[in-house]
């Protein structure tokens, strides 16, 4: 079997947490959690990840500047990290905006599970 796929997912609202992590379990990814962007920064630091999921709207550090400074890391296997947003208010967005912030792609809430499964594995074959 082969290794399963470790993916970060900053999001503080524990309801879309508990969600995400049933869904991605179910298909044997491995999920870790940070509450807000700094946390998913100390986390990168100190592990290897596949595919960050991150939530726009974070405390102390929102999803678009931490996606940001991931970007602008020397380490091209963490700033070349496929990331998703996750945002509630995606009409505020167009894709080449996300693209802009630095996102490969994005996944809008209320999270619908083939679509956050189908975008995930876009990116983790």
């Given at each position: 079997?082969?290794?399963?796929k470790?993916?970060?997912?900053?999001?503080d609202?524990?309801?879309?947490?508990?969600?995400?992590?049933?869904?991605?379990?179910?298909?044997?990814?491995?999920?870790?959690?940070?509450?807000?962007?700094?946390?998913?920064?100390?986390m990168?630091?100190?592990?290897?990840?596949?595919?960050?999921?991150?939530?726009?709207?974070?405390?102390?550090?929102?999803?678009?500047?931490?996606?940001k400074?991931?970007?602008?890391?020397?380490?091209?296997?963490?700033?070349?990290?496929?990331?998703i947003?996750?945002?509630?208010?995606?009409?505020?967005?167009?894709?080449?905006?996300f693209?802009?912030?630095?996102?490969?792609?994005?996944?809008?809430?209320?999270?619908?599970?083939?679509?956050?499964?189908?975008?995930?594995?876009?990116?983790l074959?």
């Open positions: 079997m082969n290794e399963s470790k993916i970060l997912v900053g999001e609202s524990s309801v879309i947490l508990n969600l995400t992590k049933s869904i991605l379990s179910f298909e044997k990814y491995e999920m870790k959690a940070a509450k807000n962007g700094k946390l998913v920064l100390d990168l630091e100190k592990e290897d990840f596949d595919l960050i999921l991150m939530d726009l709207n974070m405390p102390v550090l929102d999803g678009a500047t931490c996606t400074m991931i970007r602008a890391l020397d380490d091209e296997s963490k700033s070349k990290l496929p990331i947003a996750i945002t509630g208010n995606m009409n505020n967005y167009t894709m080449d905006e693209r802009k912030l630095g996102f490969d792609d994005f996944i809008q809430k209320p999270l619908d599970y083939d679509k956050l499964l189908v975008t995930v594995k876009k990116f074959v």
